[in-house]
């Protein structure tokens, strides 16, 4: 700065008051170019070396969810940690605790995971560490077996780093009060096993899996609006605020203990909802939101809110009675009436359940002769489809989902404990495109089922009551009503996931069908 004062004092400007007039302003100009690209002293000519950084924290709810075809029954994920890293190298854990949940029931579906607030910034890679993982497939025993049905459990007590991995297809631009980002778990890359193993062992003593991987594989991707509406959420009400109307939901099996690799014990819990009641919510199963208690089984439909709560517009409560209650769901495994049994009874895989009964991610038989049968509230258009819709003791099928719930304090001795009620749940099909129509209103899809499939792998069991008449083979019924989150056009020969109620209508199997996607590899 001195030196050009310096310089200023050298000019001769003697040739005339313009000439002089010009001279001082080009060297004003000069001076004041100087300044700007200096800062007065500053050896950084080329300005700031780093843009400004954006300065607030964003409130995140991750969301978990899965890809899948139809070959397993459930898969289960323990999480330590998920670190989010920033283009300027700084990073984040997503999460405060250790977190856990059951991916199966979410193929092609969504639910919050935890909510949490991180710095504004772009992310563009993550990492997670995995502790406890596992993950069952089922199909119908070897005609040696003493079973009908086959159930293999594969496990990992603690997950290697090097076998997670977590890809963001583009970066995630954390901005704002609040987002989603959502977690996919892609299951066909995520476990290899001996595809045999799952129909040939059942009840031998001491088997034990081998030649097996779990190699937990994930998509990151994020979305600016935290609006995101879920449908057939569920769980045990853990608490009621009278005063403020809302109460939270405990899921999956709740809270469980863990063993990490240091040795160290620590408690791991599944999601836990706050819901409020949407202004006009609709209540199935009680009169309002004072007849909740805690311990009631609660399935509902909701949207997301920025603070991470879900606002409900659907509240079913299927049984209000949570004396000794066990809430469970999963897909039948059989539905039988053996010799010499005077109740029939249903096999059901255990993929969420909390309460009493603990059978964990095993299978246990049940009577239903006393049990009140009722369809889910998800879907609400029952009334006009083109066939018969009914779900009830005389038509339940092996294959379809279901939750339930018992009052039994125990399994007992020599018998089998009763179940009070079973709902017909929706769930996800991978199939292939065989024909497409329409019917009253309705597109209709054949669809062709692998055979691998739960509904093929168990109508050909012995003393299953109800046989259908092509297992292979789901009618989809898609109205307006039907989300269609598919990229490809439907046509013969393509695959797809359909999510909807499944019906046994007087042996075939027809679907009403909520939600649309691209399909996976069969």
């Given amino acids: 700065m001195n030196s050009l004062l310096r310089q200023l004092k050298k000019f001769q400007c003697l ?25 007065c002293g500053s050896t950084n000519a080329a300005g700031p ?48 605790g250790y977190e856990y949940d059951e991916f199966m029931h979410l193929n092609g579906k969504s639910e919050p995971l935890f909510t949490t607030t991180i710095p504004e910034d772009t992310y563009t890679s993550a990492t997670a560490t995995i502790g406890t993982a596992f993950f069952d497939c089922m ?14 459990f594969y496990a990992y007590g603690n997950t290697p780093d090097s076998n997670v991995q977590m890809t963001l297809p583009e970066p995630i631009t954390v901005s704002g009060n609040a987002m989603t980002v959502l977690l996919n778990l892609q299951v066909s890359q995520s476990a290899s096993w001996q595809v045999s193993e799952c129909f040939l062992q059942s009840g031998e003593t001491g088997f034990i899996p081998t030649d097996f991987a779990i190699t937990p594989t994930f998509s990151l991707t994020g979305a600016a609006s935290a609006q995101t509406a879920m449908n057939g959420l569920s769980g045990l009400i853990a608490s009621v605020n009278a005063s403020s109307g809302s109460f939270t939901v405990t899921t999956a099996y709740g809270t469980q203990q863990e063993i990490l690799q240091s040795g160290s014990t620590v408690t791991v819990s599944s999601p836990v909802w706050t819901v409020n009641p949407s202004a006009g919510a609709v ?28 606002a409900a517009s659907r509240i079913a409560v299927q049984d209000t009675n949570t004396a000794n209650l066990t809430l469970f769901s999963g897909p039948v495994a059989s539905v039988s009436t053996f010799p010499g049994q005077s109740d029939p009874v249903f096999l059901v895989s255990d993929v969420e ?14 009577t239903f002769g006393n049990a009140v049968f009722e ?34 304090p125990s399994f007992p001795q020599g018998s089998n404990p009763a179940v009070s009620t ?35 792998q168990f109508a050909v069991q012995t003393y299953q009551t109800t046989l259908l008449t092509n297992p292979g083979t789901v009618i989809v019924y898609a109205d307006s009503n039907t989300k269609q989150l598919n990229t490809q056009s439907i046509a013969a020969g393509s695959t797809f996931r359909f999510n909807g109620v499944i019906f046994n209508d007087g042996g075939t199997l027809r679907m009403d069908c909520l939600q649309i996607d691209d399909g996976v590899p069969q």
């Fill in 375 to 408: 369809v889910s509230g998800q879907v609400a258009n029952i009334q006009n489809l083109p066939f018969t819709a009914s779900f009830s003791a005389s038509n339940m099928v092996a294959g379809q989902w279901i939750s339930a719930t018992s009052h039994a």
């Fill in 283 to 310: 209540f199935q199963g009680i009169s309002g939101i004072s007849a909740l208690a805690v311990g009631m089984p609660v399935e509902f439909d909701a949207v997301l809110q920025t603070d991470g709560s879900l």
């Fill in 353 to 366: 359940g909390q309460g009493a009964l603990d059978f964990g991610s095993s299978t246990a038989e049940f």
């Fill in 49 to 96: 070396s780093n843009p400004p950084q954006p300065q607030g924290n964003t409130q995140v709810t991750l969301l978990a969810s899965s890809t899948a075809n139809d070959q397993l029954t459930q898969f289960n994920l323990y999480f330590n940690s998920i670190t989010l890293t920033g283009k300027s190298g700084n990073t984040v854990t997503l999460f405060p």
């Fill in 139 to 152: 199909g119908a025993a070897s005609p040696s077996s003493e079973d009908e049905v086959a159930s293999s």
């Fill in 422 to 456: 079973v709902t017909l749940l929706p769930q996800t099909i991978d199939g292939t495109v065989t024909a497409v129509s329409s019917q009253g209103g309705f597109d209709t899809y054949t669809v062709s089922l692998a055979a691998y499939d739960l509904f093929p």
């Fill in 15 to 39: 040739q005339g008051q313009a000439f002089a007039i010009r001279c001082m302003l080009l060297i004003l100009v000069s001076v004041l170019t100087v300044i700007y690209s200096t800062g």
